[in-house]
Each structure stands twice: as C-alpha cells, then as structure tokens.
C-alpha cells in the first residue's frame, strides 16, 4: 500500500472514529435532557428493541474501527519489514546492491552540481579468502559482519555506505575532495587497528581505490562507477 493511500485510510478511519464517538455521546446527552423519551424507551419493549441493536450496532462498529486500525499498523510494520528483507544485505543489515543500484539511479536525477562534487571508493577484504580457507566460511561471515558494522558507522557520517557484493564495500560521498576521503580513511584506519587489537577474531585487512568527479568531470554518475572499476581493475 503506498504511503499515500495509508494516509488517506488512516484520516478515513479517524473520521469514522470521531463521527461514531461524537454520535454516540450525542445520542446519551439527547436521553439525559429529554426524561420522557428515557422512560419510554425502558418501557416501550419495541423502542428499547430497536435502541439495544443501535447500541450493539455502535458497539461492532466502534471494535471494528479499532481492529481497523490495529490491522493498518500491522501492515505498515510489515511493509517496513519486507523492505528492510529487500534493501539490506542479510547477513551485515547494511544496504545491500539493490540499495546501491537505488542510489545509482537517484543520482542519474541530480543537477551538475551534484555529480561534479561525487566522489566514491571500494573497499575491499583482502584476506577474507585465507580465513574462509583456513578457519571456514563461517569465520569469514563474522569477519564480514564486524567490518560491515565498522564500515557504516564510519561511513555514514561522510555518505552512502553499502554492501557491493561478496568481499567489496562502497562509499559515495557529496562535495567530496582528497581532503575529505583521507579523512574517512583515518577514521576507518583508526576503527580498524581498534578492532584488531581487541577482537578476538582474526585481524582484518583491507585495500581501497578512489575516483573524485572534480578530476574526472564526468557528466553521468554511471561513468563514474565506470572509472571506479576501472581503477580497482588496476590494483
């Protein structure tokens, strides 16, 4: 359901609610300040008939607009659910390729301005195959798994971070020059050494490359990607 129609549904369901409780109270207060229709209804077995159903039928009406409601949460709790099963990578929870290629396609949108400022790195796992050799790939998934986590809580504060499949992580960054990339890669050179000297795993290694579009002055964000894979192809 799009988040537009969930709004709609949401305020429709609000204003049945509000339109029920005030008729409701409405009807109570009329019966209070008119005592001989009161009295009738207690004595009169046809109109306490009709207003036993009207109450029951209030009664169903006000339970199914809450049920209503519990439903609508349910279902955008579950919206968000698949969502998260769709855009992150099962086992790091950081966003996954389709998440990247998402990405990719926002900045195909963007102004000049934009992409002339983008610039990007991959970062890779370069002892991920001896460990799953050596110890099994089991002991390879948390080494992905820890790097994962170091790698977005020192990425997010700089751009896009993502899993780009297997061993290979990526960063976009907005407005970025050398100045700012070196200052990412401390900050990941730093989490790293900190990880390695007090995990009890097994110590991570890893290798970058780097392209900046103020060097490169390409139009597109895909020919940046481009130039990125071409520089990793070189390493």
Request: aromatic share 14%; glycine share 4%; charged share 20%.
């Amino acid at each position: 359901m799009r988040k537009d129609s969930i709004r709609f549904y949401r305020v429709f369901k609000a204003i049945q609610l509000t339109i029920l409780i005030v008729f409701f109270i409405a009807f109570f207060l009329y019966l209070k300040t008119d005592p001989v229709l009161s009295n009738s209804i207690f004595t009169n077995t046809k109109l306490l008939s009709i207003c036993v159903f009207l109450w029951a039928f209030m009664l169903f009406s006000f339970v199914a607009i809450v049920f209503d409601f519990r439903q609508l949460e349910k279902n955008i709790t579950d919206s968000d659910d698949l969502n998260r099963i769709a855009y992150l990578d099962t086992l790091t929870g950081i966003p996954n390729r389709i998440s990247c290629d998402i990405m990719f396609q926002k900045y195909e949108n963007e102004p000049a301005s934009v992409i002339n400022g983008l610039a990007c790195a991959l970062i890779s796992i370069t002892n991920l195959a001896i460990i799953n050799e050596a110890l099994g790939r089991e002991k390879g998934n948390f080494l992905i798994q820890d790097f994962a986590s170091i790698f977005e809580t020192v990425g997010k504060k700089y751009g896009f971070v993502g899993r780009n499949g297997g061993n290979e992580f990526l960063i976009v960054i907005e407005n970025c020059d050398k100045e700012k990339m070196n200052s990412f890669y401390s900050s990941l050179s730093a989490a790293v050494k900190d990880y390695n000297e007090n995990s009890n795993h097994m110590p991570v290694t890893y290798k970058s490359c780097e392209v900046y579009n103020k060097e490169l002055n390409k139009p597109a964000f895909a020919e940046i990607i481009t130039h990125l894979y071409k520089e990793k192809g070189k390493q």
